[in-house]
């Protein structure tokens, strides 16, 4: 059994800020997977699903940020799991926008939610950072975080949201290099995968033509994050 934990912030006003990629992973793949219903444990949310015979708990701590270890040491006694059975999901404004890296254990570089969890269990759990780019100063961090993504992001977000979907059974499997040529693949698509996207998507051509019926008023972003709630 494993715990996956997404981070992020509860309620509305949170929904589309980056700090909230992790829960929007998470979200994503209890979409695409089949997971259980979302349910309240934990001080958090939790759904429950399997790849193969590998058993895994999505959990979204619903703590805020800075106390997200409560929910995640609950969980982890309940489960009698041990802190490398735990995969976080996070933001990581060290890196670039759409970049992804996996990393076992570690120093908590600052983040809140990784700092409370390292409290609550310990430094050795494993992690899924997600590059969601530095606004340049350290004093503008608190604020870029808590910003809702640019419209221009959304594109890159929904392909590396995808990717993750698409690489969770490697993941689930121990193997972090094949999970990342999985997000990878959907960040830039081969030639031949272009393709073949592009064949796919031939016979919508001409119902994108059509005139288009009236907007909801959301962005291409709000839209994205209201999918998966």
Not at 139 to 162: C, N, Q, S, Y
Request: hydrophobic share 40%; with cysteine; charged share 30%.
């Amino acid at each position: 059994m494993q715990l996956w934990v997404g981070l992020g912030n509860p309620g509305e006003k949170y929904a589309a800020n980056r700090h909230n990629i992790g829960f929007m992973a998470v979200d994503r793949i209890a979409a695409d997977h089949g997971f259980g219903p979302w349910r309240a444990k934990f001080q958090g949310e939790l759904s429950e699903g399997r790849f193969g015979s590998e058993k895994i708990v999505l959990l979204k701590p619903m703590t805020f940020m800075n106390l997200s270890g409560q929910s995640v040491g609950e969980a982890m006694r309940f489960f009698k799991l041990e802190a490398p059975d735990v995969m976080v999901f996070h933001d990581e404004i060290d890196l670039a926008p759409g970049k992804l890296r996996c990393k076992a254990g570690g120093g908590h570089a600052g983040h809140n939610g990784l700092r409370s969890i390292h409290e609550h269990i310990g430094p050795h759990y494993d992690r899924v950072r997600m590059g969601v780019g530095h606004p340049g100063r350290k004093e503008a961090v608190p604020g870029w975080v808590l910003k809702d993504f640019a419209k221009h992001d959304a594109e890159w977000l929904d392909d590396m949201l995808r990717g993750i979907s698409d690489g969770a059974g490697e993941l689930a499997a121990g193997d972090s290099g094949r999970f990342m040529n999985a997000v990878a693949r959907r960040m830039q698509p081969t030639k031949a995968e272009k393709k073949a996207a592009q064949k796919a998507e031939a016979p919508q051509k001409a119902a994108e033509t059509a005139p288009e019926p009236e907007s909801d008023g959301r962005s291409p972003l709000q839209r994205l994050v209201d999918k998966f709630r």
